[in-house]
């Protein structure tokens, strides 16, 4: 260090200035937004953000390959943003500039992002493209509502249903039927667990994510199908209650007590990577499970309740967008339209092992022999899942799933809080942010 | 010998006395010029913003509630948020322990490999290594060693000790020491690397001076080292400690703040604050309060410490 006390305390003092300057500017924005950009030329170049970088790249890369073929006159810039960090990456970018042409956006975040007036409305384009009719009715009523009720703010790519993975080796070993009912869920979740081996009948989402299951978990098993009794949810309906203490009861019983803190990424790991039953987890990780578990393992609709009634909670369908800023909206629509077209949106829903939105692509071969992709979307268009519709529309729905109540749900698996003081503060939560939303409309 | 004699240089031509005088004196100011506007652009302008947002109710999901709010977000912060208390009480924690331990331990490595011995350059190598790996690497490494199938705990439960299925993270009894392991095995070099530049210093007059006066080496240390490395000691634990309480990564990686909250710092429950309910007016508010408590607590920690004054 400098031998001169003045100097050393300057010194001293700027590195200090720095790190405490850090600190304060962790939190910046300038709160612009509402560049209306321009229609273009619909040539040159246009930029992509992918919600789902690296685990869909491939085979973005490969529809982006073939539209510059079609179109030579357009290059796509294409940008990966892993999951977990997109809604943050549009946040910063909304407001601090440097929005893409076109997105990926799917609807649990699209009311956050229509809501600061990012996105275009797509509906007159949609009307005079070959693409009307041939998008499912459900998936553009659900990027809709989402979007607030009034315009359509993303095209749907696909749809995901809750699914519940089981190993098919374990269960034939241990002479079990598929868990297709609830009851045989907790049987065989009890029959397959010895600790002492380091076998688990089920395994748990306690972290990141862990809302959206536990209510799946809740209402499939009370067998309420409405999310709203008026202007009151009813998560803390005395059924949902019950239910809820049922499940979080699997807890450490017939799961690894590590699974408090798993979120998707390491609750996916630990059933591709250990000898777990069963696994509830959307047709997102088909892809994952094939290539550990090939030949060794099922996916089938959330269980139903004995007399068969299947309910079960919505999945945010998956969209794409142009964003309001585009320079080049011309042929941004181009790229979203080729992206929907019948080849690309199969080819993209079959890497997915999603549901697709473009109607010609779901009747495609692939799907009859995808059995996860194929029964879930039989299921969800026989009609025969009654569906709770999760209020992705609320622009609370983000924080009140996530960062409010996620603690909240750990402390019910520790029991540290009951099964219904949690529904009834998440209630609470639900009532005041719909009230609000109701107010504004 | 005489010296032949130089040639005569024409002089200089003359310069008028304002320019003589204007260009050294502008000289300076106009070469730290770049850095200083970026510094106004990159630190002063952001550092402006959360100032002012921290008295903004700002939320662009909601932009019916924006507006001027005076006090309202400071009120709120000391008044009806039991979430920042407790944040601010386990950023408190975290800090103390994480800079007394990654010290202790800095220390004792950085006067280890001060001494001579065969293989000196590979110890020091293995020492500082750890403080250039990067942080996300460090995360996805402890996140493996303490993953319930693959990691530490899996072996041991091979070997009979523990159950399976179990992970240190997610045990509201050893989650705080996990975490605080993690970040030791990254901070430790930080204050070896500080150390051992200082100990280099040392003249080897004042302990053979020391010995010839009959010191032992535990006196020599107090006595000599001690005092030589206190500056060092001070300005490294104050940048530390700024540091940790801003600890973002590593826990938010590890833990993600939980189990229920256990390992949410401050500057983590900003960021929920901001990027989860995109209420910044209020995550601003928070930053602000971590701002002036981090500015207070450096200002008493430099005066009580004496930073600098004790030279003789």
Same mark, same amino acid.
């Given at each position: 260090m400098s031998s001169n006390p003045r100097r050393r305390r300057l010194a001293a003092a700027l590195a200090l200035t720095t790190a405490l300057a850090l600190t304060a500017a962790a939190c910046g924005d300038d709160g612009t937004s509402g560049d209306k950009g321009k229609e273009g030329s619909g040539k040159g170049e246009i930029t992509f953000w992918d919600n789902n970088g690296g685990v869909r790249t491939e085979v973005w890369k490969e529809i982006i390959a073939d539209f510059e073929k079609k179109n030579p006159d357009i290059k796509v810039n294409y940008v990966g943003i892993p999951?977990?960090?997109?809604?943050?990456?549009?946040?910063?970018?909304?407001?601090?500039?440097?929005?893409?042409?076109?997105?990926?956006?799917?609807?649990?975040?699209?009311? #956050?992002?229509? #809501?600061? !007036?990012?996105?275009?409305?797509?509906?007159?384009?949609?009307?005079?493209?070959?693409?009307?009719?041939?998008?499912?009715?459900?998936?553009?009523d659900s990027?809709?509502?989402?979007?607030?009720?009034?315009?359509?703010?993303?095209?749907?790519?696909?749809?995901?249903?809750?699914?519940?993975?089981?190993?098919?080796?374990?269960?034939?070993? #241990?002479?079990?039927?598929?868990?297709?009912?609830?009851?045989?869920?907790?049987?065989?979740?009890?029959?397959?667990?010895?600790?002492?081996?380091?076998?688990?009948?089920?395994?748990?989402?306690?972290?990141?994510?862990?809302?959206?299951?536990?209510?799946?978990?809740?209402?499939?098993?009370?067998?309420?199908?409405?999310?709203?009794?008026?202007?009151?949810?009813?998560?803390?309906?005395?059924?949902?209650?019950?239910?809820?203490?049922?499940?979080?009861?699997?807890?450490?019983?017939?799961?690894?007590?590590?699974?408090?803190? !798993?979120?998707?990424?390491?609750?996916?790991?630990?059933?591709?990577?250990?000898?777990?039953?069963?696994?509830?987890?959307?047709?997102?990780?088909?892809?994952?499970?094939?290539?550990?578990?090939?030949?060794?393992?099922?996916?089938?609709?959330?269980?139903?309740?004995?007399?068969?009634?299947?309910?079960q909670v919505s999945n945010p369908v998956d969209g794409i967008g142009i964003f309001k800023s585009s320079k080049n909206k011309t042929a941004a629509w181009k790229f979203v339209e080729f992206a929907l077209s019948h080849e690309s949106n199969s080819k993209w829903n079959e890497a997915a092992g999603a549901i697709p939105s473009n109607l010609e692509a779901a009747g495609d071969g692939w799907v009859q022999s995808a059995e996860a992709t194929k029964l879930a979307a039989a299921a969800l268009n026989d009609g025969t899942i009654k569906i709770v519709q999760l209020p992705y529309y609320l622009p609370d729905w983000n924080s009140l799933s996530k960062a409010d109540n996620e603690p909240n749900f750990q402390k019910v698996l520790l029991g540290k809080m009951s099964a219904k003081d949690f529904l009834d503060t998440l209630a609470g939560q639900l009532d005041e942010a719909q009230a609000e939303w109701k107010k504004q409309q | 010998m005489a010296r032949p004699a130089a040639v005569a240089k024409p002089p200089p031509r003359p310069r008028s006395t304002r320019a003589r005088s204007a260009t050294p004196r502008r000289l300076p100011y106009l070469l730290i010029a770049p850095a200083g506007l970026l510094m106004l652009g990159f630190i002063a302008y952001p550092v402006g913003s959360v100032f002012y947002y921290s008295l903004q109710h700002y939320n662009p999901t909601k932009p019916w509630r924006n507006g001027f709010a005076g006090l309202d977000n400071f009120?709120?912060?000391?008044?009806?948020?039991?979430?920042?208390?407790?944040?601010? /009480?386990?950023?408190?924690?975290? /800090?103390?322990?994480?800079?007394?331990?990654?010290?202790?331990?800095?220390?004792?490595?950085?006067?280890?490999?001060?001494?001579?011995?065969?293989?000196?350059?590979?110890?020091?190598?293995?020492?500082?290594?750890?403080?250039? /790996?990067?942080?996300?690497?460090?995360?996805?490494?402890? /996140?493996?060693?303490?993953?319930?199938?693959?990691?530490?705990?899996?072996?041991?439960?091979?070997?009979?000790?523990?159950?399976?299925?179990?992970?240190?993270?997610?045990?509201?009894?050893?989650?705080?020491?996990?975490?605080?392991v993690a970040d030791l095995w990254r901070g430790v070099p930080f204050f070896a690397i500080l150390i051992l530049a200082d100990l280099q210093s040392v003249s080897k007059d004042l302990y053979e001076a020391a010995e010839v006066d009959g010191a032992g080496r535990l006196r020599q240390f107090f006595h000599i080292t001690l005092p030589h490395l206190k500056d060092a000691i001070v300005l490294s634990t104050l940048l530390r400690a700024v540091w940790e309480f801003n600890n973002v990564d590593l826990l938010y990686t590890l833990t993600g703040g939980g189990p229920a909250g256990m390992t949410t710092t401050l500057p983590l429950y900003v960021a929920n604050t901001s990027v989860d309910a995109h209420d910044f007016g209020y995550a601003s508010a928070l930053t602000t309060v971590a701002f002036v408590i981090l500015l207070f607590f450096s200002f008493a920690y430099l005066r009580l410490s004496k930073f600098g004054r004790n030279e003789s």
């Open positions: 999951a977990e960090s997109v809604q943050s990456k549009y946040d910063t970018a909304i407001q601090g500039g440097g929005l893409p042409d076109v997105g990926g956006v799917g609807a649990a975040m699209l009311a #956050a992002i229509a #809501a600061q !007036n990012a996105l275009e409305p797509l509906d007159d384009r949609l009307a005079k493209s070959p693409l009307k009719d041939k998008l499912s009715t459900a998936m553009v990027v809709r509502a989402a979007g607030g009720g009034e315009q359509m703010f993303t095209l749907p790519t696909s749809a995901n249903n809750g699914t519940l993975w089981y190993r098919t080796d374990l269960f034939e070993a #241990a002479g079990l039927d598929e868990p297709s009912t609830w009851t045989k869920f907790y049987a065989a979740a009890e029959k397959l667990t010895d600790k002492g081996k380091n076998h688990f009948g089920y395994t748990i989402r306690g972290g990141e994510g862990s809302i959206a299951q536990a209510l799946d978990a809740a209402y499939g098993q009370s067998g309420i199908t409405e999310f709203w009794n008026g202007d009151k949810t009813t998560v803390n309906d005395p059924k949902n209650v019950a239910a809820l203490e049922k499940y979080v009861g699997l807890f450490k019983k017939v799961t690894p007590s590590a699974d408090l803190n !798993n979120d998707f990424k390491k609750m996916v790991a630990q059933w591709d990577s250990g000898e777990i039953g069963m696994l509830s987890h959307n047709l997102g990780s088909y892809q994952d499970h094939l290539k550990a578990l090939e030949g060794k393992f099922r996916g089938i609709p959330n269980p139903t309740l004995d007399d068969g009634t299947r309910v | 009120d709120e912060i000391f008044t009806s948020d039991p979430l920042f208390w407790d944040t601010l /009480v386990f950023s408190a924690k975290w /800090v103390v322990v994480e800079v007394g331990l990654q010290l202790l331990l800095g220390l004792a490595l950085a006067l280890i490999v001060n001494q001579t011995f065969a293989g000196r350059a590979l110890g020091r190598a293995l020492v500082f290594s750890p403080w250039a /790996v990067s942080g996300v690497l460090t995360s996805v490494i402890w /996140v493996l060693l303490y993953n319930s199938q693959t990691g530490v705990t899996r072996y041991l439960a091979d070997l009979g000790i523990g159950e399976y299925g179990t992970s240190w993270l997610s045990d509201t009894s050893t989650v705080f020491s996990a975490a605080i």
